[in-house]
């Protein structure tokens, strides 16, 4: 395997449900990304890791909770969604996190919450 | 905060040139991404400009003025696989913001 993996593809979760999305990276980045994508609107950043410690929460509600286990993986866990959250998530790795770098994307999960 | 501005969409026929132009405004600029996406897949790395100029990569070309707060990116010889959307995504620090994306169409 190579570059930048997420699973599932897709997702479709009720607003009760509790889900978590993974992503995987085989490119010995130490930074990892979520970013959201609605239609029509820009790549939206989410949160940040470095080095497997968070540096950044971009105003996120608390319904979705990102964790780190090592800087391979990514994970961002979904609970009480509501149907403006169904978007397209995407996870990105980057070689360092000082913005030098170029991101490498995932495929992403498409969500649909109902 | 980042404002982003890039045009919605453009459209091209086949063989022909088309240069997508992003201003941006930003504190703590680094540097300069352009991104290809196409319908349902995930970004691509195109190009990045640290210091002002031209930078060219066979058909693309991405060109940086950081005191004016303008890139633009410019495709020659489109071919049809060009058909896609592009990012304009100026970074600061770690974080990397995106326009909304240009959606370019090539015609035959």
């Known amino acids: 395997e190579t570059g930048v993996t997420q699973t599932p593809r897709h997702l479709v979760m009720g607003m009760t449900n509790k889900k978590s999305l993974k992503c995987e990276q085989h490119?010995?980045?130490?930074?990892m990304y979520w970013y959201k994508q609605s239609a029509k609107k820009p790549l939206e950043l989410m949160f940040v890791?470095?080095?497997?410690?968070?540096?950044e929460n971009n105003s996120v509600p608390s319904r979705f909770s990102p964790e780190c286990p090592n800087s391979s993986h990514l994970f961002l866990h979904l609970h009480t969604l509501q149907p403006e959250d169904s978007a397209l998530y995407l996870c990105?790795?980057?070689?360092?996190?000082?913005?030098?770098?170029?991101?490498?994307f995932g495929q992403g999960t498409r969500l649909t919450v109902v | 905060g980042q404002n982003i501005d890039q045009p919605t969409e453009m459209t091209a026929t086949e063989g022909a040139i088309v240069q997508i132009n992003c201003t941006y405004q930003t504190s703590g600029f680094n540097g300069l991404f352009w991104y290809q996406q196409h319908a349902g897949e995930a970004p691509t790395f195109l190009s990045y400009n640290v210091l002002d100029g031209l930078e060219e990569k066979g058909r693309f070309s991405s060109f940086l003025s950081r005191s004016k707060g303008y890139s633009y990116l410019l495709l020659k010889e489109l071919q049809m696989k060009d058909s896609a959307s592009y990012l304009c995504?100026?970074?600061?620090?770690?974080?990397?913001?995106f326009g909304a994306g240009t959606t370019v169409t090539v015609r035959a």
């Open positions: 995504a100026p970074s600061n620090d770690y974080k990397l913001s």
């Open positions: 890791y470095s080095l497997e410690e968070r540096v």
């Open positions: 490119l010995g980045h130490n930074a």
């Open positions: 990105a790795s980057s070689q360092g996190a000082d913005g030098g770098t170029e991101a490498f």
